[in-house]
């Protein structure tokens, strides 16, 4: 069964707007981590910010935020402030202890942010 | 710190050959994963080692191994190639074994199988 879902195959966002992308999970466990990546098309992967399942808090990284909902399994990234160099895919992921710790990803959604 | 170094970049293979790939981790992380990018399956776990022990695999065939380094160093190798091994490989070192211990990666080495 897939684990990490991403439903927005693609985004488009204006310049200095803010951006939500979209990220269900489905585990068993109670321990886990959810991470989000960047991928720019030259193909490396820019690890951008982690949740862990125990976090209260909702994390951030300047201007990436995570809005976490456990009830719900939701891990959507929300980017401030878009920049022209925010275009880019962004894969959602997870690892948990049932799946032996390895990282397992979503299908990613494309990012695109107009001038 | 240094990055995950991965080499070579690019590679062209023909069909039959093999290829091994290289990945040195960011100092200190004793974690290596490899994973398998393609635009239809996107992204796969190919396999993980911890202080040169795997501790997971992916559902790949044989044709795909892999080994640790007393430093931590992995390779990747990929036997009797075929058109569908076309992919970008990427190598991700981690400092703990551990779900929340977040996965860095590499540049990645773009395989063409012809």
């Known amino acids: 069964a897939q684990k990490i879902t991403q439903t927005q195959p693609g985004m488009f966002v204006q310049e200095k707007e803010a951006v939500t992308l979209d990220c269900t999970y489905d585990t068993s466990d109670q321990s886990y981590g959810l991470f989000w990546y960047k991928q720019p098309s030259s193909g490396e992967m820019i690890f951008l910010i982690y949740?862990?399942?125990?976090?209260?808090q909702n994390a951030t990284e300047g201007r990436y935020s995570l809005n976490f909902q456990k009830a719900r399994k939701s891990a959507n990234l929300v980017i401030s402030a878009s920049q022209l160099g925010d275009s880019a895919m962004y894969f959602c992921?997870?690892?948990?202890?049932?799946?032996?710790?390895?990282?397992?990803f979503g299908a990613g959604t494309i990012l695109r942010v107009k001038s | 710190k240094a990055g995950v170094t991965q080499t070579p970049r690019y590679l062209i293979k023909t069909r039959g050959q093999q290829v091994t790939l290289s990945c040195s981790p960011i100092?200190?992380?004793?974690?290596v994963s490899w994973y398998q990018q393609t635009p239809g399956q996107g992204l796969q776990f190919l396999f993980e080692?911890?202080?040169?022990?795997?501790?997971n695999k992916g559902n790949f065939p044989g044709r795909f191994s892999g080994r640790q380094f007393s430093n931590s160093r992995s390779e990747m190798n990929v036997s009797t190639l075929e058109l569908g091994d076309s992919a970008l490989y990427l190598c991700?070192?981690?400092?703990?074994?551990?779900?929340?211990?977040?996965?860095?990666f590499g540049n990645g080495t773009r395989l063409t199988v012809t």
């Open positions: 992921a997870m690892r948990d202890v049932e799946y032996g710790n390895k990282l397992v």
């Open positions: 949740q862990g399942s125990y976090d209260e």
């Open positions: 991700a070192s981690s400092q703990y074994d551990s779900y929340n211990s977040p996965l860095h």
């Open positions: 100092s200190g992380h004793r974690s």
């Open positions: 080692y911890f202080s040169e022990t795997q501790r």
